[in-house]
């Protein structure tokens, strides 16, 4: 009822009374049983119900639960009593009903509260490509994700097998876009705040990175210091007339007469600078983290030297072109951080934070 009813109010005073029903059940109950929380199917047919495509709840051929959308479908009409009709399958809203989703996802919050062993990691990483894959829809990038991103939070510190389902996680949620702001937005949807979230966020960031330059898949490195020993390979390709060269060629290979006008020329520059731009605050996620050993002040120096020689040289200012001048000056607040970093070795957390958050 809390996920179907039309009525925001009505809706949000079902959470409060199933919340107060599973809190009371937690903490009252002498019975060694848990107290119930929804399946992994009773939340998809929940979604489901809602006019989410079962293929977006899913996304990916090679991560599926033990049902399918067939499944679902039964469901919902075992919920109607066993009658079934052409509209028990249709959607019970007609548009994203974002209260609604908030909802379930808050009582989803609860339940991984007060019963983390109530899913199994692989239903957690199925949880979580979900909330993922959700989060892009334009409507819900309108309202604040606070209840989104305390839900990951319990998921990822619920997984049990945590070092093996990480670089498993990160791959996985890296196949959910193709487009290099959806990309960074999923990054940023990693709280930062937690240290699973800081290494999840660390190595996602380096695998989109990879992902954007076209570079061949490798093992996730799990240390920070070979971490940002790749992130220098990586650095070195992402010259903004570079990117332009590759994006020129694969242009003239698509145009009948294998030609570009300046016009398309002008559009595929625009297109250049804004990769570097996503590329670099990939970057600079990567390159974060809340303590820093004096070993890898060496790394920071040969960092600051491939950001001067081959991104900041390599881009001329224009009046008209404010494009050049916005990755210029992105470029400039990650060497100075980096700078303080060599300095100090060990920058606070508070200037971290302040630093990393890209602009909207």
Request: glycine share 4%.
């Amino acid at each position: 009822m809390m996920s179907v009813h039309t009525d925001c109010i009505v809706s949000m005073q079902i959470l409060s009374t199933l919340m107060e029903i599973t809190i009371r059940n937690d903490t009252f109950s002498d019975s060694p049983v848990w107290p119930w929380i929804p399946s992994l199917s009773d939340i998809a047919a929940v979604f489901f119900n809602m006019g989410i495509d079962f293929r977006f709840l899913f996304p990916l051929e090679n991560l599926q639960p033990d049902f399918n959308e067939d499944n679902l479908v039964s469901k919902t009409q075992m919920t109607l009593g066993g009658k079934g009709s052409e509209d028990s399958s249709k959607p019970i809203f007609s548009t994203l009903p974002e209260t609604n989703i908030l909802n379930v996802v808050k009582f989803l919050g609860l339940c991984t509260s007060i019963h983390p062993e109530g899913y199994q990691d692989h239903e957690i990483i199925l949880l979580i490509l979900m909330l993922f894959k959700m989060s892009l829809e334009k409507q819900l990038k309108q309202i604040p994700l606070v209840d989104f991103q305390s839900l990951l939070i319990n998921l990822m510190k619920n997984i049990r097998d945590w070092n093996t389902k990480m670089p498993e996680l990160c791959l996985a949620i890296n196949e959910l876009s193709s487009h290099p702001h959806n990309l960074l937005w999923l990054v940023q949807l990693v709280p930062n705040w937690t240290s699973r979230g800081r290494q999840l966020r660390q190595c996602l960031s380096l695998v989109i990175i990879s992902k954007l330059l076209d570079e061949k898949h490798e093992d996730i490195p799990n240390t920070n210091n070979l971490q940002i020993s790749v992130l220098l390979r990586y650095l070195v390709q992402m010259k903004p007339s570079d990117l332009l060269k590759k994006m020129v060629l694969k242009r003239r290979a698509e145009q009948p007469n294998g030609t570009i006008d300046d016009s398309l020329h002008l559009e595929l520059e625009k297109q250049a600078y804004y990769l570097t731009y996503i590329l670099l605050h990939l970057v600079g996620e990567v390159s974060c983290s809340h303590s820093f050993s004096s070993g890898q002040r060496k790394h920071f120096v040969h960092l600051c030297g491939a950001l001067e020689k081959h991104v900041k040289c390599d881009i001329r200012e224009d009046a008209r072109l404010f494009y050049r001048t916005k990755v210029k000056d992105l470029v400039a607040r990650i060497h100075g951080k980096w700078q303080e970093i060599i300095q100090n070795c060990r920058p606070t957390q508070g200037q971290l934070h302040d630093f990393w958050v890209p602009d909207s």
